[in-house]
């Protein structure tokens, strides 16, 4: 069983179209996150859930909105896309502040867009 | 936002020879966590260790040892006799414990040539 699992793995889209990834997480962990890291390789936060309840939320368009319909889901749907959005998305969990923090991630969907 | 820096962009090194990945973090916290994660050619991010505030002690694990140095606030991986496997990207990241929130370095390019 994954643990983290995210779909789809690759989405080849065009400019304008709206699309989603979806995050599942199995372990009972309370955080969910969504990373994006782009060609560089830089892995930078968009979001952060604790318990359904959005707690970070970095500079990221308001394009892109996250979704968390349980504890144990998190979505990102991703409105008017740009060629800009193209990138590898991590959604990631961890179990609830007061323990270590460690992160367990998904493999990442990759997003091109055309 | 406080920063993660790993200043090395890419490293290149021949099998066999040591390498030592740099990584300083600021922090307001009293309470955090660093860890290393390793992204291998394939794409998926791999823990590697966890060290909390509170352990200076250093850590070794077979040819990887990780030196936590909280006066220069610095938590560097070295890498003893490196092999072509070790070829990863290589990221250094803090947990901050008051808000749940785990930022990266922009990662150190490491490639081992036979």
């Known amino acids: 069983d994954t643990a983290v699992s995210q779909t789809p793995k690759y989405l080849v889209t065009q400019m304008g179209n709206d699309k989603s990834i979806k995050c599942e997480q199995n372990?009972?962990?309370?955080?969910m996150y969504w990373y994006k890291q782009d060609s560089k390789k830089f892995l930078k936060i968009m979001f952060s859930?604790?318990?359904?309840?959005?707690?970070i939320n970095e500079t990221v368009p308001n394009r892109f909105s996250p979704k968390s319909p349980d504890k144990a889901h998190l979505n990102l749907h991703i409105n008017s896309l740009e060629l800009g959005d193209s990138a590898v998305y991590f959604c990631a969990s961890s179990q609830d502040r007061g323990l270590s923090g460690e992160l367990f991630f998904g493999e990442g969907s990759r997003l091109t867009v055309l | 936002a406080q920063k993660v820096t790993q200043a090395q962009t890419e490293i290149s090194v021949v099998e066999k020879e040591d390498v030592t990945l740099d990584c300083v973090y600021e922090?307001?916290?009293?309470?955090?966590?660093l860890f290393w994660y390793k992204q291998p050619p394939s794409g998926e991010l791999v823990f590697l260790i966890r060290?909390?505030?509170?352990?200076?002690q250093n850590e070794i694990s077979g040819r990887y040892s990780w030196n936590f140095q909280k006066s220069t606030s610095s938590f560097n991986f070295t890498i003893t006799a490196s092999q072509v496997v070790d070829s990863a990207v290589y990221f250094c990241a803090r947990w901050s414990y008051n808000n749940n929130d785990m930022r990266f370095g922009a990662g150190t390019r490491l490639t081992v040539k036979p």
């Open positions: 372990l009972g962990h309370d955080t």
């Open positions: 060290r909390n505030s509170f352990d200076e």
């Open positions: 859930y604790n318990n359904k309840e959005l707690i």
């Open positions: 922090t307001r916290d009293t309470t955090y966590y």
